[in-house]
Each structure stands twice: as structure tokens, then as C-alpha cells.
């Protein structure tokens, strides 16, 4: 597997369950921080991580097509 679909799996991963955390855990009372505020960052991060890895997909890297030339 290579290392762009590990990120993707990654940061589908993150969003799914910070999305998950973020609209069920909203009860849970926890002494340190609060389990949806939690899922709202994790949700974030995981979107950040899907469209930076989404974009280096799309987008060439200009020293790989300065390889090929």
C-alpha cells in the first residue's frame, strides 16, 4: 500500500470518528476536556489530512517532473 493511500485511510479514519465523537458524545462527562470538542479536532485534522494528501495526488511534485524530463 502505498504511503498516499495509507494517509487517505488515515484521514478518512480521523474525520469518521471526530464526526462520531462530535454528535454523540456531547452527554459524556469527562474531568479533563470534553469528548465532542475532541471529535470536532479530529474531524478537522482529518479533513486537513484528506485534502493536503488529495491534493499531492492531483497535483505533481515539480522535482518528480523535473525527474522525468
Known amino acids: 500500500m ?3 493511500v ?3 485511510f488515515i ?3 480521523m474525520l469518521a470518528i471526530g464526526l462520531a465523537l462530535a ?15 475532541v471529535g470536532v479536532v479530529l474531524a478537522v485534522l482529518g479533513g486537513i489530512e484528506l ?5 499531492m495526488m492531483v497535483l505533481p ?6 525527474e522525468r524530463d
Open 2 to 4: 502505498s504511503a498516499n
Open 6 to 8: 495509507k494517509s487517505l
Open 11 to 13: 484521514g478518512a479514519s
Open 23 to 37: 454528535f454523540t458524545a456531547g452527554d459524556v462527562e469527562t474531568p479533563i476536556f470534553d469528548l465532542d470538542k
Open 51 to 55: 485534502l493536503i494528501t488529495g491534493g
Open 61 to 66: 511534485s515539480k522535482s518528480k517532473k523535473l
